[in-house]
């Protein structure tokens, strides 16, 4: 019986609300957020979730390894500037690179949706090859079921990656300090937008192209110039300022950002108005905020411009020095407000 003592039947969502799973509990925001807080992270509690990171870095024999794992069930499978095997490598190769760590070796999992074009499942397969090659990944293993017509959509990917981290540092939201600076490595927004112009059939004078991309290379080119890199977190659902309200709760410490140095392409921005969404919440496939002490910006910018993922790097905010886990935004009147975390779904099905 004492093994039972802290099983309970109830809930720990309020399920008054949300008796069932919403759309908006796989969006990136508040309602995601405090699932995993309340039910997966709470029930299967252990040192590694505490990390709270992209990825659980863990000690071998000689070294660290990190692992991660994700899952990829994108609306439409091709979008301008990529495809769902594309973003399933670059998800989970990412992920590793936020904790600093080079990636080695993938797993994929397919569910197929019986009717599937086997010449669409090969466009796939050949991307997501690319894609590993790229990334200077292999896809070591994998899995395949397929599903009856009309109950998986085509096609949905898993993907779990492992890498090696090769330096001695920790990168994490504990490392957040006091006076740090906030580095983007480009532009937002060009990931989602690009998905939804699909969808809604919205037309641009120039096209929106998904920004997916790997970050490994430009991690691991950083770390070797001996940027302390402090903390790193990709920005995919939920965009910057989900990202940074998740690394000003685990850190304790508030960000301030500078809203007229956040770059956003005109066309992206248009297209967010036409649909009434905030590029802050919009999700990207290749773009991540760093970390980094005052003293090593213009070394971490000039690494960064000379690389092809961080050409549009710039500086876009801090850490201020007082707690309480707040993101603010400073317009270019000085005026501030708060960054909250994203509340519902804005963009369904986008990874």
Known sequence: MSLLKDFTLACPLPIHQYPKVLMAHGGGGRLMNQMIEKMFANVFDNDFLKQRHDSAVFNVNKGRMAFTTDSFVVSPLFFPGGDIG????????????????????????FILEEGLPMETLWKIIQSMNKAAREAGAQ??????????????????????GVGVIEHPGSIGPSEVQGGDVLILNGDLGRHGMAIMAVREGLEFESAIESDTAPLSGLVLELLSQGVSLHCLRDLTRGGLASALNEIATASGLSLMLE??????????????????????????EGRFVAFVPAAQVDQTLKIMRAHPQGQGACVVGQVTPQPGSLVTLKSPLGLSRIVDMLSGEQLPRIC
Not at 88 to 108: F, I, K, Q
Not at 145 to 152: A, E, P, S
Not at 262 to 281: N, Q, S
């Open 259 to 284: 809203q007229s140095a956040i770059p956003v392409r005109e066309d992206v921005r248009a297209a967010c108005e036409m649909l009434g969404l905030d590029p802050l919440y919009v999700a990207n």
């Open 86 to 109: 594309e973003l399933a490598v670059n998800g989970t190769v990412n992920d590793l690179a936020m904790s600093g760590a080079r990636p080695l070796y993938l797993s994929a999992g």
């Open 139 to 160: 896809i070591i293993t994998g899995d395949t079921k397929v599903v009856d017509h009309g109950k998986g959509d085509g096609i949905f990917i898993n993907t779990s």
